[in-house]
């Protein structure tokens, strides 16, 4: 039997794992992730930088304005935790399916907001959808696809994520300038929620079945030359706490990785809700504004084409702290120009940072949870990064309440990066079974 062949265990016949041979699947689920990337993309540009003249949130109210990123980092985070337990009772395709329905209403509460409690209520029901549906785009993917294709499989997944990220933020601040805010935002809310679950109950596939063969498949396997440095310090059938301790500190490599991925959404949060204000700020138009933004969008979702290759031939140790330390670099340089072209290339410098670590974190995570609980443990993982959101975007508002400066900002969102990374490089390691296989004597 080949490495990329599991049996179903339902005698309907092996299940054939590999993005070539569940071409169909694979990029369904780059469609799903995509329109995951336009949903969130509409609260990317018009919504912070309009949050003054549209939504009444008044000038200077810096941690008022943070809120819906704070809403939507802890939402999200705990619904990410959720998703991967109950997708492994369930099924990804109606957690897939449970997550555009909670997106239904979102543009609805943005055209009727009659102040900025709507949009945060609005944003806690796109945190529900994120964390249900990018979760199971990246956890479908997994499961159809070979071990040496993970670093492939989630920087397509991320690419085509944050490239719909960023395509969102430019479309909505032309379509916002051509149709006003709030008639704009629904109408492209509303076609990409309705395209979004019919694709999903029309061509979708539940991909619980690959996992589960995978799972009993490795069971029953000799040992291989390669095998992953899964933790010992965890029963074969965890308990949803174990997973979460053991991800959380008492394996201090997935510890390394998950406080990795809570600080590097300080920079998303950052280009969320102060970069847009930032360069308003400066006298930068709504369609500028998402051209400045894209630039860090489409950085890091065009580098996730090779990032995540590359560390299937490299590994994602180092692809990993570099991310951390490149993408703090690109926000602090904002802060010490100006201009379109400097605020650009600084995004994307800290676009590309982000392009060399998301994909690798996730992937080093995949690499050492073995399959019968690894929805669980990237569940956990992606349940730090996005309270990262919360955490990063509270930091954000006290800070800038406190330096009455949003440029203190950036340097706080910078040093962060650069002693998570240091974290990172002192307490990880390389996680690819082939590169630093387990030690089998």
């Known amino acids: 039997m080949s490495e990329g062949e599991v049996f179903s265990g339902d005698n309907v016949g092996p299940l054939t794992r590999g993005i070539r041979e569940n071409l169909t699947q694979f990029v369904h689920q780059l469609l799903q992730v995509m329109l995951v990337g336009f949903a969130l993309g509409i609260m990317r540009t018009v919504v912070p930088a309009l949050a003054e003249a549209e939504f009444g949130v008044a000038r200077g109210s810096f941690i008022l304005l943070t809120a819906f990123v704070v809403a939507f980092g802890m939402v999200k985070g705990v619904l990410n935790f959720v998703a991967g337990r109950l997708s492994e009772r369930i099924g990804r395709k109606r957690v897939l399916l449970l997550g555009w329905i909670a997106a239904l209403p979102v543009p609805f509460m943005i055209y009727f907001a009659p102040d900025w409690n709507w949009i945060v209520a609005a944003t806690v029901l796109l945190g529900i959808n994120q964390g249900l549906a990018w979760s199971m785009t990246q956890t479908s993917k997994l499961d159809i696809t070979r071990a040496d294709q993970r670093g492939l499989t989630i920087g397509l997944n991320e690419f085509a994520g944050y490239v719909g990220v960023a395509v969102a933020g430019i479309v909505t601040g032309y379509a916002a300038t051509a149709l006003g805010a709030r008639l704009g935002l629904l109408i492209f809310g509303l076609a990409v929620v309705i395209t979004a679950l019919v694709l999903t109950l029309v061509w979708v596939r539940d991909t619980l079945p690959w996992a589960k063969a995978e799972a009993a498949t490795h069971a029953n396997a000799k040992t291989s030359a390669y095998r992953p440095r899964y933790p010992r310090n965890i029963s074969d059938s965890p308990t949803t706490w174990e997973v979460f301790t053991l991800m959380s500190w008492r394996d201090r490599r997935m510890a390394a990785i998950s406080q990795a991925g809570m600080v590097e959404k300080f920079v998303d949060a950052l280009v969320w809700v102060i970069f847009p ?120 508002g006290l800070v800038a309440h406190f330096s009455g400066a949003l440029e203190a900002t950036f340097w706080f969102v910078a040093l962060s990066m650069m002693v998570s990374g240091l974290v990172l490089w002192a307490f990880g390691e390389e996680t690819h079974p082939r590169i630093n296989p387990e030690d089998l004597a």
């Open 277 to 396: 204000v930032f360069l308003f700020q400066k006298g930068m138009d709504l369609a500028s504004i998402g051209w400045i933004v894209g630039a860090y969008g489409f950085a890091w979702g065009g580098s996730q084409l090779f990032t995540g290759r590359l560390s299937d031939h490299v590994g994602r140790h180092w692809p990993n702290v570099l991310g951390m330390w490149i993408s703090g670099l690109g926000v602090a340089m904002v802060v010490i120009g100006s201009g379109v072209w400097w605020w650009a290339a600084s995004a994307a410098i800290a676009g590309f940072g982000m392009a060399l670590l998301y994909p690798n974190l996730s992937a080093a995570v995949a690499d050492i949870a073995p399959p019968s609980w690894r929805g669980s443990a990237i569940g956990i993982y992606r349940f730090w990064r996005d309270l990262g959101y919360g955490i990063g975007a509270l930091g954000l």
